[in-house]
């Protein structure tokens, strides 16, 4: 691909979804993208990159983007911050919240599903503890296709030896066929919904927890801050957010302090400190 193509494709890229790709990844481009041109009848790359700034249609670009995204994920990926959300989180906010009896929780990047599925699964486990609570999981991607795959609660051998404890595997999955089927139960707690984090968050109303987990690499500088400032409207001042274990607010935003000793967990600026630091 030349340089002017290149360049156009990853202006386009960024310009919808803020993913940002280097000219050393260029042959992505060429490898996700012929599956794109196939769908769409071209004979290749250069037929398709004609139409797109020829026509630049919206189903075309649709597909564009969402081949380049990066969906790798795994259910209770890195572990710990799930364990922290176990263990502290969740119990700090049913003291916090008896008022009001409600705690609404975002996965901004769910991906395929094992992220919101883990967060549903241990607020199954803590029923007892959350018996007369309205809690919500709302989980959000800018991909179609994994917004449905996540839906469909299927996943691989291979995607339920990551991650998954074999306890947990048996306790809420069923074998159909070669794929294992998430409990009908844990789906339903978990609503997914198409959303670009370059918008506005407002519309999904507020969230006290928010994992953005895995995503934000993939943006520049000042996409990252412009993400952080609209998740961090979105939150009350003792709203808990997570990232990815390579990810960070410092020197990208001052909306967010990490909260101490708590690796990957932020809390609001000036707000009420969401955890005792560690
Ligand atoms: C690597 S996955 C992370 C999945 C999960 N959060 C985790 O940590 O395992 C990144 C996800 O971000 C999504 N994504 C990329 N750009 C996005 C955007 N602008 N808005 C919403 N989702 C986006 C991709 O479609 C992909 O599913």
């Not at 020829?54 to 259910?75: C, G, H, Q, V, Y």
């Not at 927890?209 to 943006?219: A, E, G, K, S």
């Amino acid at each position: 691909m030349n340089t002017a193509d290149f360049e156009f494709l990853a202006s386009i890229l960024k310009q919808r979804s803020g993913l940002v790709l280097a000219p050393e990844k260029a042959y992505l481009l060429e490898s996700r993208l012929m599956p794109v041109a196939r769908k769409f009848g071209f004979a290749g790359l250069p037929e398709l990159i004609v139409t797109v700034r020829k026509e630049r249609p919206e189903e075309l670009l649709r597909d564009i983007t969402e081949a380049m995204t990066t969906n790798e994920s795994l259910f209770f990926r890195d572990m710990k911050p799930f364990d922290q959300f176990r263990n502290l989180v969740v119990p700090k906010l049913v003291e916090s919240r008896q008022s009001t009896r409600r705690i609404r929780i975002w996965s901004a990047a769910a991906s395929s599903g094992q992220e919101p599925y883990s967060i549903a699964i241990i607020l199954m486990e803590m029923q007892s503890l959350l018996a007369g609570w309205d809690v919500e999981i709302t989980a959000t991607d800018i991909s179609v296709e994994m917004l449905n795959r996540a839906r469909s609660g299927l996943y691989t051998q291979f995607e339920v030896q990551r991650g998954l404890p074999i306890a947990t595997l048996v306790k809420y999955f069923k074998q159909v066929g070669e794929k294992w089927r998430l409990d009908a139960g844990v789906r339903s707690m978990v609503k997914f919904k198409e959303f670009n984090l370059l918008d506005d968050p407002a519309a999904l109303g507020r969230f006290d927890i928010v994992f953005c987990r895995n995503v934000l690499i993939y943006f520049d500088q000042q996409t990252k801050a412009e993400v952080l400032a609209r998740i961090a409207k979105a939150m009350p001042g003792d709203g808990v957010l997570y990232l990815g274990g390579a990810e960070t607010v410092l020197g990208i935003t001052d909306r967010f302090v990490p909260i101490t000793g708590h690796r990957g967990m932020y809390g609001i600026a000036g707000g009420e400190p969401a955890l005792k630091s560690a």
